[in-house]
């Protein structure tokens, strides 16, 4: 397990996903989406896929006492899923 203290984890300026903090313990950390995203495409296909563009993806882990901010920037994008199962994200934070 991987543990973050008093860290914090950005994402600036981004065309992918941060995956990292599969199975993590942050505590007293800020996790700050500020990516820009334009003109881009995220398509899902198929069974349980998952596509992000410029997302913060956190699964599986414990945030606690921290800072959770999304500042992300979308213009003219297309976030589409299709299928059974799938997820399509852009410029989000999303906890499983």
């Not at 981004?14 to 820009?36: D, R």
């Not at 896929?49 to 699964?59: E, Q, R």
């Amino acid at each position: 397990m991987k543990t973050l203290t008093s860290a914090a984890v950005i994402t600036i300026v981004s065309v992918m996903s941060f995956n990292a903090m599969a199975e993590s313990k942050v505590t007293k950390s800020i996790v700050l989406n500020k990516s820009v995203n334009k003109g881009n495409a995220t398509i899902a296909l198929g069974k349980n896929n998952l596509a992000s563009t410029g997302s913060v993806n956190i699964k599986d882990s414990k945030v606690s006492k921290s800072i959770v901010l999304n500042k992300s920037v979308n213009k003219g994008n297309a976030t589409i899923a299709l299928g059974k199962n799938n997820t399509a994200t852009t410029g989000s934070i999303t906890f499983e």
